[in-house]
């Protein structure tokens, strides 16, 4: 992976001639007003819908899950419990960039496309008479998008702190939308317990933190430049990234079975 310089990348140069270096972060909100006749009980037909137009916008996955008190920040009060996580594919723009001023706009670009996206389906939902309330990582510390995104078994949590997905690791971002509706329950669940496991053997990303916010037990919010500065060395050194969840998956189990293969003939 080639993390370019600012010196080296045109598209930096030409920002700062242009002068429209200071871009003015424009968070969207919801266009439309609150339902007046509320619906609580879960509708198929809006939820096709609603997973058809996240689809178009360029969301990823989506998962369901309720609210709990372990997933919320800051004793917050949220008017529902029940959670749409919306998952989105971090830039690759952003991944090559090296943290600093260039990085940072492509990430306030990112998250601000996430907010707006994220403020059209809520959108959607409301002209549906589903009542709604929306959670965007830049600016909204109400919940622990990590913790939610796995109680939807979206993901496991690795050891960055951030959530791994099967796609792309942790190159994934997430909002949420809560809804006066019900939602499904996932009959299926992924066992993605064993991600701890492998993150205990790895600990690249905490190699990879030049910052010391991340190490190999802690991570310090006030030192990670991960928002004030689009670092994203500790995703970008991820193996669940570079090399594929499948892969590292296969080989994390044929290492136990030969461990435990050993651990039998040294006990005999
Ligand atoms: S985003 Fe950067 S600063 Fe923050 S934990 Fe990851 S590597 Fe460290
Ligand atoms: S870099 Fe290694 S320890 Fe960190 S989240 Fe990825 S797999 Fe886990």
């Known amino acids: 992976m080639i993390i370019k310089s600012k010196e ?30 509320i619906i609580y009980k879960y509708n198929e037909n809006i939820m096709k819908k609603f997973i058809e137009l996240s689809k178009e916008y360029g969301f990823i996955n989506i998962g369901f899950t309720k609210v709990s008190p372990d997933v919320i920040l800051n004793n917050t009060k949220l008017e529902y419990d029940n959670a749409i996580i919306l998952v989105h594919e971090i830039p690759d723009r952003l991944m090559e960039t090296e943290p600093g001023d260039l990085a ?8 601000e496309e996430l907010a707006n996206k994220t403020y059209a389906l809520s959108d959607f939902l409301r002209k549906n008479n589903v009542d709604t309330e929306t959670i ?36 994934v971002k997430f909002s ?15 066992d993605y317990s064993w991600i701890k496991e492998y993150c205990k053997r790895c600990n690249k990303c905490a190699k990879a933190c030049e910052y010391n916010a991340l190490t190999e037990d802690t991570f310090n919010r006030k030192k990670c430049k991960g928002c ?27 290492y136990n079975e030969k461990m435990e293969k050993k651990l039998k003939k040294q006990n005999k």
């Open 104 to 111: 940072k706009l492509y990430s306030d670009n990112f998250y």
């Open 136 to 171: 965007h990582p830049e600016y909204d510390e109400f919940i622990n998008f990590s913790k939610i995104a796995a109680k939807a078994n979206l993901g496991g949590i690795g050891g960055s702190g951030l959530l791994i997905r099967p796609e792309l690791g942790p190159k």
């Open 228 to 254: 004030n500065e689009g670092c994203t060395y500790c995703i970008n050194a991820c193996p669940f990234y570079k090399k594929g969840y499948d892969n590292i998956k296969r080989k994390f189990i044929k």
């Open 176 to 190: 949420v939308i809560l809804t006066s509706m019900d939602l499904p329950n996932k009959e299926v669940k992924e």
């Open 8 to 37: 080296e990348n045109d598209e930096f140069k030409n920002i700062i001639k242009s002068k429209k270096f200071n871009v003015k972060v424009d968070y969207d909100t919801s266009k439309v007003s609150k339902p007046e006749k």
